[in-house]
């Protein structure tokens, strides 16, 4: 797979997509992510990136550290090589959870929460 880098002030619109891909592959790829420790969310909306012809369904996750990016991208690349056709891709958006646009969160395509632990169980 290619990596493409887009330029910090480059403007994303984020939304519901119009015609998203079938249940059976959106849970393909929630099973793969909650595969990869450390993801925390993950989203599936459309996105439209300025200069792009084109809006598209993407995979945003969102990361509980910045530093740990590049990891869990190259496991998640792994896991993701079952679900898509040769030929076939998604682009995958890492951000930390905080820095999560609100654009992919309002547009309600959540496919994985990470579940938190009562203090009690972490022990």
Request: include cysteine.
């Amino acid at each position: 797979m290619s990596k493409r880098k887009i330029k910090a002030a480059t403007k994303m619109i984020f939304g519901a997509p119009a015609a998203p891909m079938p249940e059976a592959k959106t849970k393909a790829i929630a099973r793969a992510v909650a595969a990869v420790h450390g993801i925390t969310e993950a989203h599936l909306p459309q996105c439209f990136i300025e200069d792009d012809r084109e809006a598209r369904q993407v995979l945003v996750i969102g990361v509980q550290q910045r530093g740990d990016i590049p990891r869990i991208v190259e496991e998640l690349m792994g896991g993701l090589k079952f679900v898509f056709s040769w030929g076939e891709y998604i682009d995958i958006f890492p951000f930390e959870s905080a820095a999560v646009p609100g654009g992919v969160r309002e547009a309600g395509c959540l496919i994985f929460r990470e579940q938190k632990k009562p203090w009690w169980k972490k022990l």
